[in-house]
């Protein structure tokens, strides 16, 4: 069982930053693959990036093109995603998640919500123009 807590969300201008952090609870995080997501209003939900246990293999959305960095500290057991150049399209609520370090994670590249078993509750990122 893995209960995940997203922070670091708020109301940025356009070309701003802000850091997002996953805090994870449970023994096994460093065993997950990890995650992010958003869901902006009257969207479905889309993946944003994606982490292996390692921190070795990343995975990222077309439309992060280089602004966005994930990373992990399986010490701290923690998940974070930099947020760099942030547009008011990237307003949405943002969702860290984890799911099994495997096969089936790396063949889909991390992508469908369906590899992930545990979700936080969002952190809303509002980017104003």
């Known amino acids: 069982q893995v209960q995940l807590v997203e922070s670091g969300g708020g109301l940025v201008q356009a070309g701003g930053s802000l850091r997002l952090s996953c805090a994870a609870s449970g023994p096994t995080f460093s065993s997950y693959a990890m995650g992010w997501f958003r869901q902006a209003p009257g969207k479905e939900r889309e993946f944003v990036s994606g982490?292996?246990?390692?921190?070795?293999?990343?995975f990222y959305a077309d439309f992060v093109k280089g602004r966005f960095t994930i990373s992990r500290d399986n010490a701290k057991i923690m998940l974070y995603l930099q947020l760099n150049s942030l547009q008011p399209e990237d307003t949405a609520v943002y969702y860290c998640?984890?799911?099994?370090?495997?096969?089936?994670?790396?063949?889909?590249?991390?992508?469908?919500?369906?590899?992930?078993?545990?979700w936080g509750q969002g952190t809303q990122v509002t980017v104003s123009s």
């Open positions: 998640a984890a799911g099994p370090d495997g096969r089936r994670w790396y063949r889909g590249g991390g992508v469908p919500s369906e590899l992930y078993d545990y």
């Open positions: 982490i292996n246990w390692s921190g070795v293999s990343i």
